[in-house]
């Protein structure tokens, strides 16, 4: 069946040029391969997605702060897309009203991750700004 101009996408609507991912190579000993690879296996992800994965974390290892509130952000971006979308549907069935529900839930959950995550920071920036007045 060919889809028209008026019919409504299900799903998840594209990411935005930003949001998606870049593909780069990499050369890595069979060895590291192999144990990224089980990893993967595992967890049930692709080889890619668990590089990227792994990657994030390490990223976010460096600064937590910023790591909680760049996923937040993002989340919170997905969840308001997800809304639009649905709110955007004029005649929807149990299902759609049911995930529509579910991305409100959603929007309200990253909304309230976002501001811990920047109390979060701004506790961290004073208690440093503290310590360092304490050693000084």
């Known amino acids: 069946m060919a889809r028209t101009e008026t ?5 998840r609507p594209p990411k935005q040029a930003d949001q998606k991912p ?3 190579s990499v050369r890595l000993l069979p060895a ?12 049930g992800r692709s080889l890619a997605s668990e590089i990227a994965t792994r990657l994030q974390r390490s990223l976010e290892q460096e600064n937590p702060a910023q790591a909680k509130r760049d996923l937040a952000l993002q989340e919170l971006r997905e969840a308001a897309s997800e809304v639009v979308r649905l709110w955007d549907v004029d005649d929807r069935n ?3 009203e049911a995930e529509l529900k579910d ?11 976002l ?3 920047e109390r979060d920071e701004a506790f961290g920036i004073i208690k440093r700004a503290a310590e360092a007045n304490r050693s000084k």
């Open 115 to 117: 501001e811990k995550a």
């Open 7 to 11: 019919t409504k996408r299900s799903g």
């Open 32 to 43: 590291i391969r192999a144990t990224l690879q089980t990893a993967a296996d595992e967890a």
């Open 103 to 113: 991305a409100i839930d959603d929007l309200e959950t990253w909304l309230r991750q």
């Open 22 to 24: 870049e593909t780069f």
């Open 94 to 96: 149990e299902f759609e």
